[in-house]
């Protein structure tokens, strides 16, 4: 329903207002190193060799598979969601629980 009412749109204003673009590159960087480690050596280099523009989008994207961009750009908010939880952490974190989208229970009473 948030998302429905221009909640991405909304989350990347509340995050470019506090200037948090250092803190979602960060994060993002995170999402890519996360990634790039649940591909052994082996895989990564097979890759590389004969996969160069799968090579290039693992290396050069981001949570969701978005590319770094000079703004905050936000892909569903399901996909923060699910990115906090698992990462225990989010740059919009106050903005998730605000909208009761912390995901850690019913009635979003985990401020």
């Known amino acids: 329903m948030i998302e ?7 989350l990347e204003d509340w995050m470019t207002k506090r200037k ?4 979602w590159r960060k994060y993002n960087i995170a999402h890519q190193t996360l990634r790039l480690s649940q591909i052994n050596t082996h895989q ?7 996969h160069k523009g799968i090579f ?12 770094y ?7 569903c908010l399901h996909l923060q969601t ?12 106050e903005w998730l629980i605000s909208k009761g ?3 850690e ?7």
């Open 101 to 103: 989208l912390c995901g």
């Open 56 to 67: 290039r989008h693992l290396i050069g994207t981001g949570i969701g598979g978005m590319k």
């Open 20 to 23: 948090f673009f250092h803190q």
């Open 44 to 50: 990564l280099s097979f890759i590389r060799k004969y």
């Open 105 to 111: 229970c019913q009635t979003c009473m985990c401020t």
């Open 82 to 93: 699910a990115s906090y939880l698992a990462m225990r952490y989010h740059p919009a974190e």
């Open 69 to 75: 961009t000079d703004i905050i750009t936000v892909k």
């Open 4 to 10: 429905s009412q221009q909640g991405v749109h909304e």
